[in-house]
């Protein structure tokens, strides 16, 4: 399994936006899917982006136009771009690496807080 840090959380204006990195401690590129999810208050976990090692890319539908999610494979790490971020994007934002066993991995998380 690989090891997984996400950075670039923080608060942020509505309208405003933040770049989240999800760093992995072994390579990534040509072995593992990565996901983005996000969990709010006493809510369910929920998907917002995934990135397939073919580079395929998808979106919840109430992120799509406002995120974008995309990966740099020498630096092993996956970014997600947040734009025109609402108050309803406040929630914890986690990273998950799935392997060719479907294995997964899954990063601490990081907190994005979307004022209003």
Known sequence: QVQLVESGGGLVQHGGSLRLSCAA???IAITHDMYWHRQAPGKQRELVAFITRAG??????????RF???????????????NSLKPEDTAVYY?????????SSWGQGTQVTVSS
């Open 95 to 103: 990273c998950r690496a799935v392997g060719a066993s479907g294995l």
């Open 25 to 27: 401690s072994s390579g």
């Open 68 to 82: 974008t999610i995309s990966r740099d494979n020498a630096k092993n790490t996956v970014y997600l771009q947040m």
């Open 56 to 65: 395929t890319t998808n979106y919840a539908d109430s992120v799509k136009g």
